[in-house]
């Protein structure tokens, strides 16, 4: 039976550091090789592939994953809610979108990102915190219609299924296809268009060897210290925002989807 607040549910004792780590938009760095993980699995990318439109909008699509993570991981129990229910009707003419072994995997490349983000450019605390931080993603699971047993309870739990699955996964002409609308958005705003460049260095180096070729992007010994070298700049400037800054973004996801539900403009 559906349970609107399945997503809601808090993780008992969790402190103000590891809130702030929650909240941290470290992770969007991260968002495109989320995206190329799931699409990585040719049943996710057939209904992303049919049911999408990256091509036309590819950032207000990144925004309402982003959304939904915020609003699950770390926003309020009316805000996972109502993330959940967003999904939910999202998803009613997807074929295999309940697919529990897909959304699994879909809910697991958000965590693996996001750890993988602040590897990179972040802080050292989601490392040290990991366990922690791997059942504060656990509702995002839940509010894809995971059950809750099917979650790894553990990081090395986590890391087991994951590369078994990443074993088994196979780039598709649908992937490729996505992935063109994804990274190179003709008709995407000119500010989008302009970020792009930084994005693929980012994504592309991100991934896994196997998957990256299988995309069939280039990399060589140019390809992979562009992309040091983009992770060294990328390191220095998130070291320089200040905390409140890198933690803004999540709500002003979070109310945009809150207005966007409740059917006014933006703004």
């Known amino acids: 039976m559906h349970?609107?607040?399945r997503a809601s549910r808090p993780v008992p004792g969790r402190d103000r550091a590891?809130?702030?780590?929650l909240a941290d938009s470290t992770p969007v760095a991260a968002g495109g090789r989320a995206i190329l993980l799931q699409i990585a699995d040719p049943v996710v990318a057939a209904g992303v592939r049919r049911h999408s439109d990256f091509a036309r909008r590819p950032q207000q699509r990144l925004?309402?994953?982003l959304a939904f993570v915020f609003a699950v991981v770390s926003g309020s129990p009316a805000d996972a809610a109502l993330a959940a229910s967003l999904?939910?009707?999202?998803h009613v003419p997807v074929a295999g979108a309940d697919d529990v072994d897909r959304q699994l995997w879909v809910a697991a490349t958000l965590f693996d990102s996001a750890r993988q983000a602040h590897a990179l450019f972040g802080s050292e605390a989601f490392a040290s915190r990991s366990g922690e931080l791997l059942q504060a993603y656990a509702p995002i699971g839940t509010a894809l219609r995971v059950p809750p047993s099917r979650w790894p309870g553990s990081v090395a739990a986590f890391d087991r299924y994951w590369a078994a699955t990443l074993d088994?996964?196979?780039v598709t002409d649908e992937a490729r296809g996505v992935v063109r609308d994804l990274l190179h958005p003709r008709l995407a705003p000119w500010w989008v268009r302009t970020a792009m460049p930084l994005v693929r260095i980012v994504t592309v180096g991100m991934l896994p060897d196997?998957?990256?070729?299988?995309?069939?992007?280039?990399?060589?010994?140019r390809e992979r210290r562009r992309y040091e070298r983009t992770v060294q700049v990328l390191r220095v400037v998130r070291r320089l925002v200040p905390g409140w800054l890198l933690r803004l973004p999540g709500p002003l996801l979070v109310r945009a989807?809150?207005?966007?539900?409740a059917g006014r403009p933006n703004g």
């Open 257 to 261: 989807m809150r207005r966007a539900a």
């Open 63 to 65: 925004a309402h994953t």
């Open 87 to 90: 999904v939910d009707r999202a």
């Open 18 to 21: 590891l809130r702030r780590l």
């Open 3 to 5: 349970d609107p607040h």
């Open 168 to 170: 088994r996964l196979t």
């Open 210 to 221: 196997r998957l990256r070729a299988e995309y069939g992007f280039a990399w060589g010994p």
